[in-house]
C-alpha cells in the first residue's frame, strides 16, 4: 500500500513563501512523475507544476518565477517551494505521483495541505 503524505501548508501573509513536502511511502519499486495541484473553493483541481524522474520541469504560468518543484529521489519526496505568494494562490495543495508498485504504475494522490495567502 502506497501513501503519499504532504506537510508544510499554512497561513502566510502576500509576498511570503512556503515550502510544501510530500512523501511517498509503502512497496515502492520506482517513482516516475510527482507534481502539485492546487484546488480553490469552487473552482476546478488544476496543475502547478510537475517533475519527471529524469528532472524534466513544467509549471503553470500562473506560478512560473515564483514556485519551484524540485525531488529528492533518495528519500522519494517532491517538495514545492512557494515565494512572492498572492491572495489568489489561496488552495488545497494535492500531491500527486505515478508510483510503480508491482506490474503497472498507478497514479495516487495524497491527502490535500491547506495554503492560505491573506493580510
Known amino acids: 500500500q502506497v501513501q503519499l503524505v504532504e506537510s508544510g501548508g499554512g497561513l502566510v501573509q502576500p509576498g511570503g513563501s512556503l515550502r510544501l513536502s510530500c512523501a511517498a511511502s509503502g512497496s515502492i519499486f520506482s517513482i516516475y512523475a510527482m507534481g502539485w495541484y492546487r484546488q480553490a473553493p469552487g473552482k476546478q483541481r488544476e496543475l502547478v507544476a510537475t517533475i519527471t524522474s529524469s528532472g524534466s520541469l513544467n509549471y503553470a504560468d500562473s506560478v512560473k518565477g515564483r514556485f519551484t518543484i524540485s525531488r529528492d529521489n533518495a528519500k522519494n519526496t517532491v517538495y514545492l517551494q512557494m515565494n512572492s505568494l498572492k491572495p489568489e494562490d489561496t488552495a488545497v495543495y494535492y500531491c500527486?505521483?505515478?508510483?510503480?508498485?508491482?506490474?503497472?504504475?498507478?497514479?495516487?494522490w495524497g491527502q490535500g495541505t491547506q495554503v492560505t495567502v491573506s493580510s
Open positions: 500527486n505521483a505515478d508510483i510503480l508498485t508491482g506490474w503497472q504504475p498507478y497514479n495516487y
